[in-house]
Nanobody
Framework: QVQLVESGGGLVQAGGSLRLSCAAS????????MGWFRQAPGKEREFVAA????????YYRNFMQGRFTISRDNAKNTVYLQMNSLQPEDTAIYYC???????????????????WGQGTQVTVSS
């Protein structure tokens, strides 16, 4: 069982930056691929970025690479999402997720993940 706790969300003006963190419980963090997803009001949850257990592979939703950067620190059981040049359309609840099945080749789909955090709200004002 893995428990995930996100932090770092908040209110930011357009063009600003935030860094989200997701702390995981357990001693086998490197055995899990980690993903970030987001869900805006009235919309389906969508993939943002993912990283393999070793950190050697990263994937991003189309065109997000360059503004968003996913990274992880396995010694701290934490995955990060650095978000730059934020726009109002980035407003959403951001969730982190863990996957043991795809630890070496992370999935971009919600059903590829076994554990989810509660989410952290990101609001970008224009």
């Amino acid at each position: 069982q893995v428990q995930l706790v996100e932090s770092g969300g908040g209110l930011v003006q357009a063009g600003g930056s935030l860094r989200l963190s997701c702390a995981a419980s357990g001693r086998t963090f490197s055995s899990y691929a980690m993903g970030w997803f987001r869900q805006a009001p009235g919309k389906e949850r969508e993939f943002v970025a993912a990283i393999s257990g070793s950190g050697g592979k990263t994937y991003y939703r189309n065109f997000m690479q360059g503004r968003f950067t996913i990274s992880r620190d396995n010694a701290k059981n934490t995955v990060y999402l650095q978000m730059n040049s934020l726009q109002p359309e980035d407003t959403a609840i951001y969730y982190c997720a863990a996957s043991a099945r795809y630890y070496s080749d992370p999935s971009g789909y919600t059903d590829g993940y076994d554990y989810w955090g509660q989410g952290t709200q990101v609001t970008v004002s224009s």
